[in-house]
């Protein structure tokens, strides 16, 4: 079998591993080699047909292929090397690629590797739903391929289960397409997509939310007929007495996303429960030396365009360490999360640094402050009116206020 | 004018189609018909996939026999069909004195039944077998094993079609006539068949198959168990089959871990009488309960390790009232002459599925002079398992001669585009979702089908000329799809 060697292989082609391979490119790694397993780069974006891609980073609404458009312009530019429809089977101790394509397997020796595979969505047997399993059960983003990339409609009468963003969307895009969209419920008492998606897909449609309520039953031997909805209490149960029928043809799940990290566990890659992501440190290295992870495949992000920040990072630290010129910490400050939040990223760092602090919440707070704390000592302290679970919260920290410090902790004051 | 056939089996179960399989050895036109649009969407492909080694049935009944035949002609059964098969073995765990005895007493029985290699082991023995398992001690049995239980329905139906057997997908019988010689059966979509000799081998129907010929004496309860499938990365946490020692009663083996040979693990099967001879959903109760079970036996599992829960139905004969065993119905029926019945057929009948057949031919036998076929084919083409699972070098190589072996299709599971046009292309025909997922494991992985199914669409769309209504998940309604976009 024949074996390749580049200095940089980055596993995937949507906004993280676009970003990454453009921004080491640019930081002086001139071999590297990007790896796609679709037939066209771009990942999830080119389904993404909604515009509002791109605010920050370029101040102007985007639909998702115009914003996937701008990096794939730049890699062309910079004439990156690209393989497309070709899938990375295993890699073995983190630098030996197996790949598999049209033109067969190959081998490939990489100096270093960026993992930017993104995420996939969590499935009715991931949340063990309850009922039959008859057809018209679609995950959100499976529809939005369909209905988007290959014009099939998925049903006429749905109901969304879960209040995910892309959920959101796609009660939307339902509804436009002549669906009726009866209902999105949201097991937990507050939304999990953004407070802009549900204005825009839901509110400005006249399609209601209901919280703290769940699909307790499917029902259709084969095609779906309709659910049971009821009421979800304190202890996660359904209430009593709060049941009742909805009746649709399809139902939506929009109940999450799973960092797609198998390739990462078989390089026996540490990975961190909150995440589901690698465990990694101020230059985003994970538990393997040369191995970087960025993007939904180290968190699930709430914006692409911090994807792609972050993915620059993760790029330029990536040339620098091809280069020599990231030597190893001498120790490491390990970040915890405390009270109220859900995780926060990175695990570790050097202390040699500034660095960003990317975290989420795991309850809606009003009027908060994030405090970044060594012990008792107050590091950085961030006030917040409004702080949520579906939006990521970023900080800076300044490398001259953890010196000498052995671990931070993270908490909602 | 009708169809005439030698034998006509109703019901391509794994019972059906290994009776359609052994009696295609034989000079004979046969039928199997079969109400759903594939072979085994019975209780053939929604159980366990165990291999049982014979220790809980009693000496002298059908299933202790056939059970530990069908156990032993599954191995080269498996080489010539190209089956999945792992004899793992199984350790039946005791956890107090009364256990002890339980298991003492099932070694007994098993050794009655010719059940070979049983031993009890003392709590460090069986931990060699499996470590950090719980018990103080534990039968063990070395014949009872793994196999995919729709990979050999298909396959045994596979082999049969190339040896002559007719399959009539989506053929429920409505009706059966007895004629002076033999049958007339009548399917829902108008079709009629005659034959001489007519198999009742419709597992959860099979009743209903009884009354049509004036048959009342049987019953089918069905019962339903419950399973979750979890991840393959817990694969290697569970390498033998561990059940806890049977109670006096118990409708089925008890909740456990079964590793299946394609890596998942299961936890199941629960035990409800229900009503509803169809109906497999799975039920807030007993998912709650199996989660709990999952947990306290795989310590390391966490909560999106579970992908998918199935349910699949036990037909049985005994009552909700009355619990426990009856012994499988096989009978040759003197009153009703040509007409051969089987009824009941529960747990073990996969292990027995074999066995079932060679009993059968030899009733058939009675009746019609049998005569060996030269042509018979006892192999089934093609690769024992998925591409993914051949040595590195092979699976290059081919792919080197075939681009349709580079293309991985469905990620999580390794399917490639070439096993997910074997599939598509399938020799009964059957042209469901459904059936390429039973065939290739294709949307049987961790995202379930978020990824492939659209490309699985666009290959049955562009390669194939599948309209949008030709989608169908498993039944004729079953519609993927509503129409297209605006």
Redesign the interface.
Known sequence: ?QTLKHDLVVIGGGPAGLAAAIAAKEAGCDDVLLIE?DRRLGGILNQCIHDGFGLHRFGKALTGPEYAQHFIDRLDALAIQRML?T?V?SMEGGHVL?I??????RRISAGAVILGMGC???????I?????????IY?A??AQ????????????RIVILGSGDIGLIMARRLTL??AEVEAVFEILPYASGLPRNIQQCLNDYGIPLYLSTSV???HG???VTGVTVAEIGPDRR?VPGTERHVAC?TLLLSVGL?PEN?LT?GADILIE?RT?GAYVDDAFMTSRPGVFSCGNVLHVHDLVDYVSEEAETVGRNTAAFLKGDMRPAESHIDIKPGNGVGYVLPQRVGGEKDFVLSLRVSEPFRNRAVLVREGKRKVKRKKMVRLHPAEMIRMNVKVDKIQDAMSLEVSVE | MSDHYDVLIIGAGVVGNAIARELSRYRLKIAVVEREQDVGMGSSSRNSGVLHSGINYKPGTLRAMLDVQGNSLMEGLCRELKVKIDYIGKLTIAQDKDDIKTLQRLKEQGEANGVPGLEILNADQMRKKQPDVGGIAALWSPTSGIICPYGLTIALAENAFMNGVRFFLGHEVTSIQRKEEGFLVNTGNGHRFTTTILINAAGLFSDRVCRMLGINEYRIYPCRGEY??LDK?LKGSLSVLVYPAPKENMPGLGIHLTNTVDGNILIGPSNEYIDDH???????NI??LL?KEGHELLPML?T?D?????SGLRAKQTSPEEKGYKDFVIESRKDVPGFINLVGIESPGLTCAPAIGLMIKDMVAERIALEEKKSFISERPGRLGMFSELP?EE??DL??QD??Y???VC??E?VTKREILEAIQNPLGCKTIAGIRYRARATMG??????C??RI??ILEKDFGYR?EDF???????????????
């Open positions: 079998m397993r429809g899938i089977l197996h598999s394509s049209k033109t067969g397997f996939r969505e969590r499935t009715a047997g991931a063990c739903l309850p009922g039959t399993r008859p057809a018209g995950t983003g499976a391929t369909f209905i988007n990339l290959q014009n099939i409609m998925i049903g006429k397409e002549g307790i039953d499917i031997k084969e095609r359904p043809d799973i198998e566990r429960s589901s | 979750l499938i990365r169809d109906d497999c959903a799975s039920t807030s998912m709650a989660r966490s999106s579970f992908i998918r829960s199935f590195a699976r290059a792919a080197s681009p349709d580079g293309e991985i990620r999580c390794q961790r995202c379930q089908g978020g990824f199914l659209p669409v666009e949008l169908i998940l498993n039944r004729p309604e079953s519609r993927l799809f509503t129409g297209r976009a605006r």
